[in-house]
T-cell receptor, first 114, second 112 residues
Framework: ETGVTQTPRHLVMGMTNKKSLKCEQH?????MYWYKQSAKKPLELMFV???????ENNSVPSRFSPECPNSSHLFLHLHTLQPEDSALYLC?????????????FGPGTRLTVT | AQKITQTQPGMFVQEKEAVTLDCTYD???????LFWYKQPSSGEMIFLIY??????QNATEGRYSLNFQKARKSANLVISASQLGDSAMYFC?????????FGKGTMLLVSP
């Protein structure tokens, strides 16, 4: 595997379910990110991890819970979601969380909450 | 606060022609970076080009060039010799002292 991978690619869940999204980067990067992309809205940053430490939480509701066990893996745990949480969730990584570090994105998980 | 504005929801271009995608930004940061990403229908965001605010020359990467006009706070992407595979959403993004902020994107359609 190369680059940034995300599983699953598609997920349908009910509002009472608990599920997790997984992201893995094979680039030797130290920073990882979760983004939400809703229809007709700009990409929204959710969380930033730099060297496994969370450095940014962009006012994300607590029903989204990130976990970063090491620099290569990032999870997003989901519980009691709302239909408006349906979106494409993108994971990204960069060398560090610095100004000129380009971010490399995974293919995303298309989430539908019913 | 940072803001990115992409005023073109959609653009059409014929194959082999050049196209310019507009991007303006607003920031109070003295030092910042500007990025362009491409998102095909598959969903993956692909990094295209980077311009630092203190770079004196416009960035170029193959068929992509960034027309950076600092005084006007614009960072337009120029794609030369368009190809059918260039059809995608294109996002302008900026990073200052805070995290990466994206614009709403421009859908580019390349016709034969």
């Amino acid at each position: 595997e190369t680059g940034v991978t995300q599983t699953p690619r598609h997920l349908v869940m009910g509002m009472t379910n608990k599920k997790s999204l997984k992201c893995e980067q094979h680039l030797g990067h130290n920073a990882m990110y979760w983004y939400k992309q809703s229809a007709k809205k700009p990409l929204e940053l959710m969380f930033v991890y730099n060297f496994k430490e969370q450095t940014e939480n962009n006012s994300v509701p607590s029903r989204f819970s990130p976990e970063c066990p090491n620099s290569s893996h990032l999870f997003l745990h989901l519980h009691t979601l709302q239909p408006e949480d349906s979106a494409l969730y993108l994971c990204a990584s960069s060398q560090q969380a610095q100004r000129d570090d380009e971010q490399y994105f995974g293919p995303g998980t298309r989430l539908t909450v019913t | 606060a940072q803001k990115i504005t992409q005023t073109q929801p959609g653009m059409f271009v014929q194959e082999k022609e050049a196209v310019t995608l507009d991007c303006t930004y607003d920031t109070s940061d003295q030092s910042y970076g500007l990025f362009w990403y491409k998102q095909p229908s598959s969903g993956e965001m692909i990094f295209l080009i980077y311009q630092g605010s203190y770079d004196e020359q416009n960035a170029t990467e193959g068929r992509y060039s960034l027309n950076f006009q600092k005084a006007r706070k614009s960072a337009n992407l120029v794609i030369s010799a368009s190809q059918l595979g260039d059809s995608a959403m294109y996002f302008c993004a900026m990073r200052g002292y805070s995290t990466l902020t994206f614009g709403k994107g421009t859908m580019l359609l390349v016709s034969p």
